[in-house]
């Protein structure tokens, strides 16, 4: 069963979608699922105020759920999702991917900020740009990302990967200053340039930049010791996403490793 | 190539031959004779293992079989070396997760727990001290291994090496430890697959003399040596040293072949040795199905044929232990039967 919501109007405030999910609606007749409620700042209201509700039962329809619509006042898309498959068509607000622990969340816009923050599993594709503190973790919380693929195939902003446990984030373009800062382990791959104070208290993890060679801080020193098995490994897996990352294995390498302000293990892995 | 032997050829007076005819000699009245050779009508007799296959990756080919030849090296026998191990086939680097070249390699034991012990000495002793090599589970992933409870340990406990620098790495879901060394990194995948495998197919081969026995067993191992999933794990893929189960020694759990020794002919009561035979060589497969191994002694037996009588091989026997062994029975006849061996 697919259900597609159609945006009716762009909330005054603020909507958070935690709770629609392709689990959650199945079996759900169309006006259930137009009775369900969401949050509107201060308001708690019904879906149908905001989407047009379509349900498709066809054998073939695959199990997902569509937005159609700009959704960038929309938070939580995706929230602690399991399974099933939801696609934004347009933009999400924060939070999108969040918490997600298996299924596949697509937004074929951008998303705001916190997208994929402390995501565990599954797979969260943006074909946009996304905010600050993608892959990282929500507020207060110790470790960021820790699990599944986050493919980001426009910008992404500062703080990429803050406190990231694990999984991979790929991010096509430019990132903004702090990309992967107190990283603890994990790989992460930078298509365009990064900003300032790359790697930042990092501990362990592998950042790639395919792109501009990053600034390296002093507490970084370069790696003298051969790393091409991993590397190969690494790169085969990048290589499947396309785009910049198309013919990483045949590439040389050059590595830095660090923060040694931190535990000094990680990795900053300049493409030659 | 697979005419019966006249009767003035020592396979056609084999052929003829009868326990009252030989004192000492087994009835081979319904052996079939091919190219001059008698096949035995009997069994080889195999056993459950447990198996694993891990891929060996070096800089080159070189130093990759270094490291696949020591880790395989004492495991000829479950009897005394834990466990039965050999290279499988090698890889070109196409096939190979980090892109050069190394080998396959099968282990099997007698149980899974023994089979761990084996792959984290062997691995940690003979392929991480290898200069540049890598290790990788061998079988293709099934997304269930820990459900099943058929995952083992490889770079696991390997890791600990390291000494605190080891570094995971999790790529499209597998982990990899990478422990740092003095030629840069050691990368081993964290665990490798077990699988349930059949050990102690075999074949005997009865010839004239020496070297045309040795040229026969050789031949029969390059043959087997073309299939997946087997490998011959004595020396050369052959074993002169072929044993029965059980001794008169209440210590020893297995003890010479008597009866295929030439030596003995006419000195035990249940020899097969006939007097044209001189030297008799064993190769013994393991593989990882039933099928396997019947396709690996059914390549090694066409390979002895046709070769032939001209060539000095007599009989092809095989271990037939009287059911004390194993459930897997490997009739030769059949086995030839089966893929159209005979003519």
Not at chain 2, 38 to 61: G, Y
Not at chain 2, 106 to 124: N, T, W, Y
Not at chain 2, 328 to 339: G, I, V
């Amino acid at each position: 069963m697919s259900v597609r919501l159609t945006l009716k109007r762009v909330p005054a405030l603020r909507v958070d979608l935690r709770g629609v999910a392709p689990a959650a609606l199945q079996g759900l007749s169309t006006a259930r699922i137009e009775r369900l409620t969401v949050t509107h700042g201060m308001q708690t209201l019904a879906l149908a105020e905001f989407f047009a509700v379509a349900r498709d039962d066809a054998d073939e329809a695959a199990d997902e759920l569509v937005f159609e619509g700009e959704l960038a006042r929309f938070d939580r898309i995706g929230w602690q999702l399991t399974d099933g498959r939801i696609v934004v068509e347009g933009s999400a607000g924060d939070y999108v991917g969040a918490c997600m622990s298996g299924g596949e969340v697509h937004v074929r816009g951008s998303a705001g900020l916190l997208a994929a923050c402390e995501m565990a599993g599954g797979k969260l594709r943006i074909d946009g740009d996304v905010g600050d503190y993608a892959a990282s973790s929500l507020p207060g919380s110790m470790d960021g990302m820790r699990g599944g693929t986050l493919i980001v195939r426009g910008a992404a902003g500062d703080r990429f990967a803050d406190r990231m446990r694990r999984g991979t984030a790929v991010v096509f373009d430019d990132v903004g200053d702090f990309l992967a800062s107190r990283l603890v382990a994990g790989t992460i791959a930078i298509g365009g340039r990064a900003g300032a104070h790359i790697g930042y208290g990092m501990r362990r993890g592998s950042v790639v930049f395919v792109g501009a060679a990053p600034g390296v801080a002093p507490t970084f020193v370069p790696a003298l010791g051969d790393a091409s098995v991993a590397w190969q490994l690494l790169a085969r897996d990048l290589a499947s996403h396309g785009g910049p990352f198309a013919g990483l294995p045949a590439r040389r390498i050059r590595r830095h490793l660090g923060d040694l302000s931190s535990d000094g293990k990680g990795e900053l892995i300049a493409v030659l | 190539m697979t005419t019966p032997a006249p009767p003035n050829t020592p396979a056609g007076a084999a052929a003829r031959a009868s326990t009252s005819e030989r004192p000492g000699t087994r009835p081979v009245s319904e052996a079939r004779i091919l190219n001059g050779v008698v096949i035995d009508d009997t069994f080889a007799e195999a056993f459950p293992m447990k198996a694993t296959r891990i891929l060996i990756t070096a800089h080159n080919l070189t130093w990759a079989r270094h490291a696949a030849v020591s880790a395989t090296g004492f495991a000829t026998s479950v009897i005394a070396c834990g466990c039965e191990a050999g290279i499988e086939a090698e890889i070109g680097p196409d096939d190979t997760p980090d892109g050069r070249p190394g080998y396959s390699v099968l282990f099997f034991s007698m149980s899974g727990k023994e089979l761990a012990k084996q792959i984290e000495r062997r691995v940690g002793q003979c392929v991480l001290t290898c200069p540049t090599t890598a290790v990788f589970a061998g079988f293709p992933r099934t997304g269930n291994e820990r459900a099943e409870g058929e995952v083992i340990g490889l770079g696991r406990n390997l890791r600990f090496f390291g000494d605190g620098w080891q570094i995971s790495k999790v790529i499209n879901g597998v982990r990899y430890w990478r422990i740092p060394v003095m030629d840069g990194e050691f990368v081993a995948q964290e665990t490798t697959t077990l699988t349930k495998a059949v050990g102690g197919g075999n074949l005997l081969i009865l010839a004239t003399d020496t070297d045309a026995a040795l040229l026969l067993a050789e031949a029969a191992v390059r043959a087997m040596r073309r299939l997946p999933n087997v490998v011959m794990p004595f020396p050369g893929g052959v074993v002169r040293s072929g044993s029965k189960v059980g001794s008169k020694y209440a210590a020893l759990r297995a003890s010479t072949n008597a009866a295929f020794c030439p030596g003995l002919y006419g000195l035990t009561a249940d020899s097969e040795i006939t007097p044209d035979v001189h030297c008799v060589l064993e190769i013994v497969i393991d593989g990882l199905t039933e099928a396997d191994v019947g396709a690996a002694m059914l390549a090694g037996m066409r390979a002895c044929i046709e070769i032939g009588a001209d060539g000095g091989l007599r009989r092809i026997s095989a271990g037939n232990y009287g059911g004390k062994l194993g459930p897997y029975l490997f009739h030769l006849h059949r086995l030839l039967d089966m893929q159209g061996g005979e003519s």
